[in-house]
Nanobody, 126 residues
Framework: QVQLVESGGGLLQAGGSLRLSCAAS????????MGWFRQAPGKEREFVAA????????DYADSVKGRFTISRDNAKNTVYLQMNNLKPEDTAVYYC???????????????????WGQGTQVTVSS
């Protein structure tokens, strides 16, 4: 079993920046793809960004491309999401996830992820 703990959420004004962190409880996660999804009130959980186990491949939702950057530090069992130029529509609970995705599985395929954190709230005011 892998536990994921997110941190770094908060309340800020539009145009600001935040960095989310997700620490995994086991080193085995270093062989997993990891990602971030978000869920706003009344909406389904949606893909934000993901990174392959090696860090060589990344994927982003169109809505965050050019503003968000995902990275990982396997020595620390941690994945990060740097969020810049935040907008009110980015307001949501952000969830970290990890999974052993097969080589042909897209990184944005939510159902392929095995483990989920409890989420961290990000609120962006206009």
């Amino acid at each position: 079993q892998v536990q994921l703990v997110e941190s770094g959420g908060g309340l800020l004004q539009a145009g600001g920046s935040l960095r989310l962190s997700c620490a995994a409880s086991r080193q085995t996660v270093n062989s997993y793809a990891m990602g971030w999804f978000r869920q706003a009130p009344g909406k389904e959980r949606e893909f934000v960004a993901a990174i392959s186990w090696s860090g060589s491949n990344t994927d982003y939702a169109d809505s965050v491309k050019g503003r968000f950057t995902i990275s990982r530090d396997n020595a620390k069992n941690t994945v990060y999401l740097q969020m810049n130029n935040l907008k009110p529509e980015d307001t949501a609970v952000y969830y970290c996830t990890a999974g052993q995705l097969g080589p042909w599985v897209p990184l944005d395929h939510k159902e392929s992820y095995d483990y989920w954190g409890q989420g961290t709230q990000v609120t962006v005011s206009s």
